[in-house]
């Protein structure tokens, strides 16, 4: 069964950092572009970053997150992470983490398991 867990969402003033991580298992995680995504209350999932299988490097899909965000995986651990400071009010969504099969880039249609969400709060 594969599974995608995301913990490290938290309540966190404007201007804090928090850490992500999505544990993924039961399947071959090199073979897998990893991605995350948001959904803050009332919008659309929209998707953050991803690691690309294919050739190894990170994409940043939001202009907004670029140079505070950080994408990150531990393939021995088949882990990903999101580092994220300087955090905005506007990043409060629900965070989720996908998979999909090498050469997707974390296109939402292109992905074939989703964790189940670790919600970010970001306080003024």
């Known amino acids: 069964e594969v599974q995608l867990v995301e913990s490290g969402g938290d309540l966190v003033q404007a201007g804090g950092s928090l850490r992500l991580s999505c544990e993924v298992s039961g399947l071959t995680f090199d073979n897998y572009d990893i991605g995350w995504f948001r959904q803050a209350p009332g919008k659309e999932r929209e998707g953050v970053s991803c690691?690309?299988?294919?050739?190894?490097?990170?994409?940043y899909y939001l202009d907004s997150v670029k140079g505070r965000f950080t994408m990150s995986s531990d393939n021995t651990k088949t882990t990903a992470y999101l580092q994220m400071n300087s955090l905005k009010t506007e990043d409060t969504a629900v965070y989720y983490c996908g998979a999909g099969f090498r050469g997707t880039y974390c296109h939402q249609y292109g992905i074939d398991y989703w964790g189940k969400g670790t919600p970010v709060t970001v306080s003024s």
């Open positions: 690691i690309s299988s294919s050739d190894g490097r990170t994409y």
